[in-house]
Nanobody, 126 residues
Framework: QVHLLESGGGLVQAGGSLRLSCVVS????????MGWFRQAPGKEREFVAS????????LSADSVKGRFTISRDNAKNSVFLQMNSLKPEDTAVYYC???????????????????WGQGTQVTVSS
C-alpha cells in the first residue's frame, strides 16, 4: 500500500516563502512521476508542477512559473515544492500525487495519478 504524506504548509505573508515536502512509503518511489496539485475553496483541483522519475524533467503551471520549483530526492523517497514570492491567490490545500507509469511525466490531469496524499494547507495573507 502506497502512502503519501505532505508537510510544510502554514501561514505566510505575501512575498514570503514555504517549502512543501512529501514522503512516499510502501511503493517504488524512484519509478514514479510525481506531481503537486492545489485546491482552493470552491474551486477545482489544479495542476501546479510535476517531475519525472529521475528529476531531470520538470513542468510547472504558468501561474507559478518562476516562483515555484519542484524537486525530488529518490534516496529519501521525497518530493519537494519550493514556493517563493507567494501571493494571496496561492492560498489552497496542496496535494502531492504519484503516477506509477514511469514512462510518462508532466501529466496535468489529476485523474491520471494513482496515489494521493491528504494535503497540507497553505495560507498567504495580504
Amino acid at each position: 500500500q502506497v502512502h503519501l504524506l505532505e508537510s510544510g504548509g502554514g501561514l505566510v505573508q505575501a512575498g514570503g516563502s514555504l517549502r512543501l515536502s512529501c514522503v512516499v512509503s510502501g511503493g517504488t518511489f524512484s519509478s514514479y512521476s510525481m506531481g503537486w496539485f492545489r485546491q482552493a475553496p470552491g474551486k477545482e483541483r489544479e495542476f501546479v508542477a510535476s517531475i519525472n522519475w529521475s528529476g531531470g524533467l520538470t513542468l510547472s503551471a504558468d501561474s507559478v512559473k518562476g516562483r515555484f520549483t519542484i524537486s525530488r530526492d529518490n534516496a529519501k523517497n521525497s518530493v519537494f515544492l519550493q514556493m517563493n514570492s507567494l501571493k494571496p491567490e496561492d492560498t489552497a490545500v496542496y496535494y502531492c500525487a504519484a503516477d506509477s507509469d514511469r514512462l510518462r511525466w508532466g501529466i496535468q490531469r489529476s485523474r491520471e495519478y494513482d496515489y494521493w496524499g491528504q494535503g497540507t494547507q497553505v495560507t498567504v495573507s495580504s
